[in-house]
Nanobody, 114 residues
Framework: QVQLVESGGGLVQAGGSLRLSCAVSGFFFSISAMGWYRQAPGKQRELVAQISRAGSTDYGDFVKGRFTISRDNAKNTVYLQMNSLKPEDTAVYYC????????WGQGTQVTVSS
């Protein structure tokens, strides 16, 4: 059974940093590209960053230069380092395996105060 468990969210002041983690199980993690998404209240879920099996990365324009996605295949975990956080980054953050798009975790809340 595919499972994704996000953690690391919290309340931080603008300009601060957080590191999110997503532990996955139930499939061969190393063969799937992974993505981080976010959903703010009243808005659609949007792609924040993604990382390929080989480690190539891509980012939404709104986080380029501030966020870094990485993965540790030995730990079946994908990370999102978020720096220079802004109030508009406030959202629930989710990870997703592009090979298994129907599966989502519970998400982790990130709140950035001004």
């Amino acid at each position: 059974q595919v499972q994704l468990v996000e953690s690391g969210g919290g309340l931080v002041q603008a300009g601060g940093s957080l590191r999110l983690s997503c532990a996955v199980s139930g499939f061969f993690f190393s063969i799937s590209a992974m993505g981080w998404y976010r959903q703010a209240p009243g808005k659609q879920r949007e792609l924040v960053a993604q990382i390929s099996r080989a480690g190539s990365t891509d980012y939404g324009d709104f986080v380029k230069g501030r966020f870094t996605i990485s993965r540790d295949n030995a730990k079946n975990t994908v990370y999102l380092q978020m720096n220079s956080l802004k109030p508009e980054d406030t959202a629930v953050y989710y990870c997703n395996a592009l090979r298994y798009p129907a599966y989502w975790g519970q998400g982790t809340q990130v709140t950035v105060s001004s």
